[in-house]
């Protein structure tokens, strides 16, 4: 792999050459690191005001201290789920005005790592298993986000497809993989929507020849992406990703986030004097500045003259009519039918009389992972109000069926007393020798995390009489760092460890390790001192965890209740899923069985009930043991806020489920592919190369639940015609898939096109998706999908010549419905002149 030395060229011939000469090295330098740790260091000497950064995958969160509500997205595999590029599209720019309405500048998002194991923990955070989905749904959102004034940030570049040790391991692949898998969709975006900024990853990357950090991988960062691909942007580090100062500088990061601290500042100053990093490599990383300030209007260029990014901080815009019904369209568009034994879906809305809306995810409806994608939505759509509204004339009853997670809720509020009897809890923040520098209470135990305490503060002391019902409770009281709790005067926990950033980077700080205790009485005094956490640019802060468990019926108990609802009801629909617990940012997942007792609770439900609807509400997939013995299975994804009223059109037919899985649902844990990304002596070896998600399903002949690409919708497909056009001035190849609906209603169909290579000496994998279309067609129409398959799909990476190649040979164009429901083919010939000819099997 070619290791070009970063650019060096003469800063004095680029169009912000006379802005560049006018600033101090000092001035220069200062840009290249956060001013906090969402904003960007402002120049008005040179017109550059700050440009702002916020999380942003499902939603626009804002800085800290932003208080208004932001719109909510599904999930991004829920996106996927759509294949829709026209929605994806929508999405975008809706981020873009999300984005504006909060005065940020560029949004932290889309995640283009692929879904390389079910197991990872933002698989959920991620489009596809697939490179090609992912890339041209990503390329997508980027186009519209970026139309709109605000810059994408897309990552994370590159390897980081696993959570465990996901600051320290080293995501080890030939080269042949790392292009035409896990680069594929970063080119796509870089090249087709021109990303104005990629973000490096925490984790190393080895390509056989050089192991190194993302943020400084040469070959990676200056090689490819900016010499190979042209990239223009800004290379942005993860937050608190980079771990050095000369060999990130040279290595190609162009900005060190958060800040105000880092690596750089002074110590890159004191490397550019001494000689070790040369300045020509600073202008540089100040031009991509400069760049993308001027792109997300940040820069006048005129002293004194700063222009102010427009803020309509309208806390209803989130929640406008038009944002609503986009974020409920999309959610019922990428919902995706897995099962619909005789038809039962639709439900006939006049016919319906009764509904038993059963389990714990119907009660409290998982709508967004854990983690840096989290935002506050202005109001979540539920599913009994939302099928209520749905069936006016039916009965609709709710039951739980059981608890699914582990930990226990958020203690209520009226529960809670301070020592002199008011509601709430005392805060105290003490100095190191027990002083208290400032008192206050808190309304509420979700208030546990305090932010920014003052100077000098080094603990928490949180006091709390909880008043309960003289049962049986159980409290549980888990803090962060370090700490002494008591319960009535006993010491409960204890412990005397410093944390720092470390418990922000593995999101440990959101799920500390909890003690608990059975109270027998009516009341508890609850008395914590918790260290207040130096997370260095993530700030400072104090958090504790204060969960409360009441008596409360047994799980198998509960399931009797739910049998009972579903056995007196016309129709069932049971909502199982994963929670908070299951799927974050932070830790993988242990195993992909549903947690709690979902299971049962299913075969219970739909042995009472033979109309039984399960409605699987998880973003990456879990085992289905009775898929197939149910009337219906919808799944449903992380759905966003309009999670009930776009539930609610899918069950009542208002809008088909016209989704299509983004990646393949296994039937049993041990026919993975890649059953997990566990880092080995600190290493992931991505073994399986090339043959990532379906690709490893077909090289090794086992059969999931459900292939990659499958989905049902509400009507059935005949399929044709395939006709493939001359190749075009690119070397792409059009084809026109002819399909008719064969169904009763409207529908909506996702034509995909695979391609095999027949006899060739270069190891491919045995098919690979080439492109695909969303088509739309009303009862015994005749539609075209019109599919452009790239040239790139034809050709390889020749890692002796450092290049890509077109091999000569037979290859096999296929469109169906899934990967594995291929229905007609076509043969394409190419030669080494890129001259084909194309005739029916």
């Known amino acids: 792999m070619s290791t070009l030395a970063p650019a060096r060229h003469d800063h ?71 294949w829709d590029i026209r929605i994806l599209d929508e999405l ?24 390389r194991t079910p197991v990872g923990g933002r698989h959920f955070e991620c489009f596809s298993e697939d490179p090609l989905l992912t890339g041209r749904l990503a390329g997508a959102f980027v186009a519209a986000l970026q139309r709109g004034g605000v810059g994408a940030s897309v990552k994370h570049f590159i390897g980081n497809e696993s959570e465990t040790d996901r600051t320290t391991y080293i995501a080890a692949m030939d080269e042949r993989t790392l292009r035409e898998v896990y680069l594929a969709p970063f080119e796509h975006v870089v090249r087709t929507a021109g990303a104005w900024t990629v973000m490096a990853a925490y984790n190393a990357f080895s390509d056989g020849e050089l192991a190194a950090p993302s943020t400084e991988h040469g070959p990676l960062l200056n090689s490819i992406l900016k010499h190979e691909w042209g990239f223009d942007g800004v290379v942005v580090s993860d937050w608190l990703a980079n771990k050095t100062t000369i060999e990130s500088a040279l290595g190609g990061l162009d900005l060190e986030m958060p800040g105000p601290t880092g690596l750089w500042g002074a110590a890159l100053l004191e490397a550019v004097r001494g000689g070790s990093v ?27 003259t700063v222009h102010a990014r427009a803020v309509h901080s309208s806390p209803q815009q989130a929640d406008a009519a038009d944002v609503r019904n986009l974020l409920q369209r999309a959610a019922a568009r990428g919902t995706v039918v897995l099962r619909n034994d005789g038809g039962i879906l639709p439900l006939v809305r006049e016919t319906v009389s009764s509904i038993a809306l059963i389990g714990a995810n119907a009660v409290h409806p998982f709508v967004q992972g854990g983690g840096s994608a989290h935002v506050d939505p202005p109001h979540l759509s539920a599913p009994l109000a939302a099928i209520r509204a749905a069936f006016p004339d039916a009965e609709v009853s709710l039951t739980r069926g059981g608890v699914t997670e582990t930990n226990a809720a958020p203690i209520e509020d009226a529960l809670l007393r301070t020592p002199n009897g008011d509601s709430g809890i005392l805060l105290q923040l003490l100095d190191d020798v027990g002083g208290v520098l400032e008192a206050r209470v808190l309304a509420s135990a979700r208030e546990l995390w305090v932010r920014d305490p003052p100077e000098g503060a080094t603990t928490a002391r949180f006091v709390t009489l909880v008043e309960l019902g003289g049962g049986s409770d159980e409290i549980e009281l888990a803090p962060v760092g370090a700490h002494v709790v008591r319960v009535n005067g006993k010491t409960l926990s204890e412990s005397d460890r410093i944390v720092g950033a470390e418990v922000v980077l593995d999101s440990s700080y959101s799920n500390p390790t909890a003690s608990s205790i059975v109270v027998e009485g009516a009341s508890a005094l609850i008395e914590a001192d918790v260290q207040v956490v130096d997370a260095a640019a993530f700030g400072r802060f104090a958090r504790f965890h204060l969960r409360h468990r009441p008596p409360r019926l047994s799980n198998a108990e509960e399931i009797e209740l739910a049998v009972a609802a579903a056995a007196d009801a016309e129709t069932a629909v049971v909502i199982v899923g994963t929670n908070p617990e299951t799927e974050s940012e932070g830790w993988d997942r242990a195993n992909l069985s549903l947690p709690g007792d979902q299971d049962e609770l299913v075969r219970r439900v739909a042995a009472a009930n033979p109309r039984t609807i399960v409605v699987v509400n998880a973003g990456a997939p879990v085992l289905l043991p009775w898929l197939d ?47 997990n990304g566990l880092p080995a002596a600190g290493v992931v070896e991505y073994a399986e190369g090339l043959d990532v998600g379906h690709r490893g399903w077909d090289r090794l002949g086992r059969n999931p639940a459900r292939p990659f690409g499958y989905g049902l919708g509400y009507t059935t497909w005949n399929y044709l015609s395939i006709v493939p056009s001359e190749r075009n001035q690119d070397g792409d190849v059009v084809v026109e898939v002819d399909v008719t609906n064969t169904g009763s209603r409207a529908g909506r169909e996702v034509v995909q096109v695979y391609l095999s290579s027949d006899g060739s000496d270069v190891v491919r994998p045995i098919r690979w998706l080439a492109g695909f279309a969303v088509v739309d067609a009303r009862p015994g129409e005749t539609v075209t999908a019109t599919i452009t398959v790239a040239r790139r799909a034809f050709e390889v990476w020749d890692t002796s010549a450092s290049g890509w190649t077109l091999p000569s040979g037979q290859y096999t164009l296929s469109a169906g419905r899934s990967s594995r429901d291929l229905l007609i083919d076509v043969a394409v010939g190419i030669d080494s002149q890129v001259d084909y000819e194309a005739s029916r099997l």
């Not at 809008?655 to 039937?667: D, F, K, M, N, V």
């Open 278 to 304: 040369p300045e020509a490599v600073v202008n540089d990383k100040v031009e991509r500045l400069l760049r993308l300030a001027e792109r997300v209007g940040a820069l006048s260029g005129l002293p004194g």
């Open 92 to 115: 975008g720019a809706l981020m873009a005005r999300e984005a504006e309405r909060k005065g940020v500048d560029v949004v932290l998002a889309p995640v283009v790592n692929l879904q």
């Open 12 to 82: 004095r011939d680029s169009e912000f050459g006379p802005l560049i000469a006018v600033l101090s090295l000092e001035e220069r330098i200062a840009l290249l690191t956060g001013a906090t740790t969402w904003t960007l260091t402002e120049l008005p000497s040179i017109g550059l005001r700050t440009i702002t950064m916020s999380d942003g995958p499902i939603g626009v969160r804002g800085i800290d201290g932003d208080t208004t509500t932001s719109a909510q997205l599904p999930s991004p595999s829920g996106m996927a789920a759509t």
């Open 629 to 675: 013995d149910v009337a219906a299975v919808l799944w449903w994804w992380l759905p966003g806020q309009e999670a009930g009223a776009a539930l609610a059109d899918v069950l009542a037919g208002e809008i088909e489920p016209s989704g299509r899985l983004p990646w393949t649902l296994p039937a049993r844990e041990e026919d993975v592919p890649v059953p």
